[in-house]
């Protein structure tokens, strides 16, 4: 495939959170800032350490797992939804998300979402859209009032990367 030719920009794209069910429970995020930002992304995803002697380098090792983190913001339109569209109640697990289920398993101790960003392609000839999720992700947020009141959500990916910035 070739290369796109065409950069993507805020216009772009969208984020969804999804359960752990067999026909998972979905927020499309709406309203969000264009703000979306993931840290921590490398090869193994693994920390690198430099082992010396004498001052010298004699080796560079992998050695454990490191956990990428992400924060977005989103304007605020509602606390709460019976519909699968809020926010808050996809992270807090209320509203259309209380019988939501971990992607870890029904009996995690730790209840997470798969976090699935989708950038327009096709429509700029592409041969197809370009996505990635974060899965097993635990997600938290923060509330402010303001012009617009905003939802701040940062989160910690403990699963796979998958799809097209797969680790």
Known sequence: MA?????KNM???????????GTPIVCTVRFDNADFSVDGLKAKLRET???????VLSSVRHTTR????????????EFTSAAANSVSDAILKNGAFASAVSTQ???????TLDVVITE?????????????????CELSMGY????PNTFSISGTCYGAITGDLAV
């Open 144 to 147: 402010a009032e303001g012009d």
């Open 66 to 77: 490191t956990f990428p983190t992400f924060t977005m913001s989103v304007s605020m339109s």
């Open 120 to 136: 327009e392609g096709t429509s700029f000839g592409d041969a197809a859209d370009h996505t990635f999720t974060l899965e097993d």
């Open 3 to 7: 290369a796109s030719s065409v950069v």
């Open 11 to 21: 216009c772009d794209g969208s984020i969804q959170f999804k359960d752990g069910t």
């Open 105 to 111: 398993g029904a009996n995690a101790d730790v209840y």
């Open 49 to 55: 350490n430099a082992y010396q002697h004498r001052g």
